[in-house]
Nanobody, 118 residues
Framework: QVQLMEAGGGLVQAGGSLRLSCSAS????????MSWFRQPPVKVRESVAQ???????KYADAVKGRFVISRNNTANTMYLQMNNMSPEDPAVYYC????????????WGQGTQVTVSS
C-alpha cells in the first residue's frame, strides 16, 4: 500500500499561481508514472499532467503553457506548479501513481481543493 499526501490547494485569484505537492510513502522509482488529475464540480475526473521516470512530462491541452509538473526523487515528491490560473481550473486535484509491474498498484491521494476567484 502506498500513501500519497497532497498539499498546496486553496484559493487564488484569476491569473495567480499555486503549487501542489504530492508526497509518496514509497520510493518514486518504483512507479511507472506519476500524474495529476482534477475533478471540477459535476464533471468527470480528467487528466492534467503526467511525468515518467525518465522525467518526460505530458500535459492536457487545457493547461499546456501554464502548468508545470516536476518531481523530487530524493523527497519522493511530485509537484504541480499552476500559473496564470483561470476560472476553468477550479477542481479537486488528485495525485495518482502507477507502480512498475514488479511492485504493482494504482494509488490515489485524498484530493486537494483548488478555487479560483475572478
Amino acid at each position: 500500500q502506498v500513501q500519497l499526501m497532497e498539499a498546496g490547494g486553496g484559493l487564488v485569484q484569476a491569473g495567480g499561481s499555486l503549487r501542489l505537492s504530492c508526497s509518496a510513502s514509497r520510493n518514486i522509482f518504483t512507479f511507472d508514472s506519476m500524474s495529476w488529475f482534477r475533478q471540477p464540480p459535476v464533471k468527470v475526473r480528467e487528466s492534467v499532467a503526467q511525468i515518467t521516470n525518465s522525467n518526460r512530462p505530458k500535459y492536457a491541452d487545457a493547461v499546456k503553457g501554464r502548468f508545470v509538473i516536476s518531481r523530487n526523487n530524493t523527497a519522493n515528491t511530485m509537484y504541480l506548479q499552476m500559473n496564470n490560473m483561470s476560472p476553468e481550473d477550479p477542481a479537486v486535484y488528485y495525485c495518482n501513481v502507477v507502480g512498475k509491474p514488479l511492485y504493482g498498484g494504482d494509488f490515489w491521494g485524498q484530493g486537494t481543493q483548488v478555487t479560483v476567484s475572478s
